[in-house]
């Protein structure tokens, strides 16, 4: 299993991105897929994920409100929109997948089997 992130760069305060997760090894519809990141000095965080089922999780409010992830399954690619980047998004951008067809909470990095090398993205205001 090989998970390839791209999409990160330099953006400028509200700009938006759209960061590509391809897959392969593993077919994304019956795996669960998560995006996490980790900010400067701080510990990896769950943002979102989307479960084999097609339910999504979001780890509260504020991530489901400017980070929204989808699947293309013919792609085998899994993206994450970032809409109204902010400096404290800075962070690199890592997506996992566990599976196939297992039932988790899948907000934790340890329920995730397989991880991409991450992808870095930088704010500035």
């Known amino acids: 299993v090989q998970l390839q992130a791209s999409g990160g760069g330099s953006v400028q305060a509200g700009d938006s991105l759209r960061l590509a997760c391809a897959a392969s090894?593993?077919?994304?519809?019956?795996?669960?897929m998560g995006w996490f990141r980790q900010r400067p000095e701080k510990e990896r965080e769950f943002v979102a994920g989307r479960r084999w089922t097609g339910r999504d999780i979001y780890d509260g409010d504020s991530m489901k409100g400017r980070f929204t992830i989808s699947r293309d399954n013919l792609k085998e690619t899994v993206y994450l929109q970032v809409n109204n980047l902010e400096p404290e998004d800075t962070a690199i951008y890592y997506c996992?997948?566990?599976?196939?067809?297992?039932?988790?909470?899948?907000?934790?990095?340890?329920?995730?089997?397989?991880w991409g090398q991450g992808t870095l993205v930088t704010v500035s205001s």
């Open positions: 090894g593993l077919t994304t519809s019956t795996y669960t």
């Open positions: 996992a997948a566990d599976g196939p067809y297992t039932m988790k909470p899948y907000t934790e990095a340890g329920q995730y089997a397989y």
